[in-house]
């Protein structure tokens, strides 16, 4: 059968642009079907608009705090307006890249309208019905907004339009205490609203070590946001022009209220998996919505692939990127490739970053891999206290041979530097490794060499260090 193309691909964000541009790139007729802004939601409502916000508010917090290196400087009110015109500024200087014009340049047929799939080989996108061998669906998430008594009479922010705010809330009350919620959080606060964090556990970052929760409750809290641990919200109302919510304690179940300017539901994701004729094509989905993939990302109609948000399970503009090359590579080649989560990395940009590759030691733990952990506080590495870091720590977790398999650091720049933690990881280097390298004095990494020389010297026997005493001290 004679197909209009050998690929479309659903979804115009990081997953269906990196599949588009591979597929094109090796020569196949591509059509990549964007009903919304070409680059997803990393560059106009993720990832680019939340980091180049916390730039800004991470050096007001930075100028309010000069003192601590010997300066006096000071901050005028921060004008909100001016802070997001610059957020936008970096939208639109990162735009061209994933723009329309560039896609069509490398030979991929761009069509800006919605696509829904009518079979395993048809899309219907507006009033053209296109055909293809292999269909790729990269539709990617949206922010989950639950059933909320009195939500409908208030205007509440979610990442979509939170960017949007020109004025500096006074009062920002944030439901959720994900990356997104502490990030966003953590730049209101270093900007000068006053916020509060309403969440129903005890912890933070919960898919990281829970010492990063200790660590991060603590930084997050002298910054000033204050939190509403085990408290759930009953219902909200408008009270003049201030957002009321209503609170459930769920330790003693007592209602109490909190009062505000504007309100962030920060909850978590959910896949865009609706009105995209996924069950016309026969493709299935968990009870979540999320595509169902196997380790090869074909969903249940193998000729169709998904990648990104969409199939999960890890929602970061990096593991949309990783599962797009599979996806280029499983498309043409008769030897198909298997993802491998193994050295998964991701990174919250708060001030400390809390970032993260491969296992944690509890993940660890359940595959049945967990050798040692080792944890190196930051305080004692010179860069750290020349610099006035933030104080953090670094955690390795190690399998039985002592090869590194997973690490967790908190500190400034520690997604910088964790690509030396992947690099361990992928080449099942050994803790030892790190001692080999040499660091430039004084740097952060030198944290990784404190890690390795501490287990050096622990590994030594009793009698081992008498021996040595004899023969040469
Ligand atoms: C506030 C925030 C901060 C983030 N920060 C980071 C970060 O620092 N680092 C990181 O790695 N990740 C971050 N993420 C996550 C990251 O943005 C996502 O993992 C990434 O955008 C997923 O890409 P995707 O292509 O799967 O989906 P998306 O970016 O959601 O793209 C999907 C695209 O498909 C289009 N679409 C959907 N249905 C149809 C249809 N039927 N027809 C046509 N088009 C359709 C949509 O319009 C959209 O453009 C952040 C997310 C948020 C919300």
Redesign the pocket.
Known sequence: MLYDYHVIV???????LVTAGGAAALGAKVAL?????MG???LN???VP??SLLASAHLADRIRHSNSLGLEASLNPVSLKKVMTRVHNVIASIAPHDSVERFQSMGVEVIQE???LLDAHTVQAGNRTLSARHIVI????EPQVPKLEGLDEISYLT?ENVFSLETLPEHLMIWGAGP?AMEIGQAFVQLGSRVSVILRGSQLFKKDEPEVSTLMKGWLAGDGIQFYYQHNITSVAREENKIRLNLENLKDHNPETVTGDAFLIALGRQP?SAG?GLEAAGVNIDNRGFVLVNEKLQTSQPNIYAC???AGPY????M?GYQAGTVVQNLFFPLKKKVNYRHVVWTT?TSPQVAHAGHTEASAKEAGLLGTVITQPFQDIDRAIIDEDRGGLLKLVLDQRKRVIGATLVCEQAGEMMPLASLAIVNKMKLSGFSKLIFAYPSKSEVFQAAALSQLKESFKPWQKKLFKKMFL
């Open positions: 659903i979804g115009g964000g990081s997953a269906g079907i964007e009903e919304n802004l997803g939601d990393c409502t993720g990832c939340s980091k919605k696509g829904t990269a539709s990617g998430s990442n997104i865009v995209i990104g948000d969409i929602q970061f503009t990096h949309a940009y």
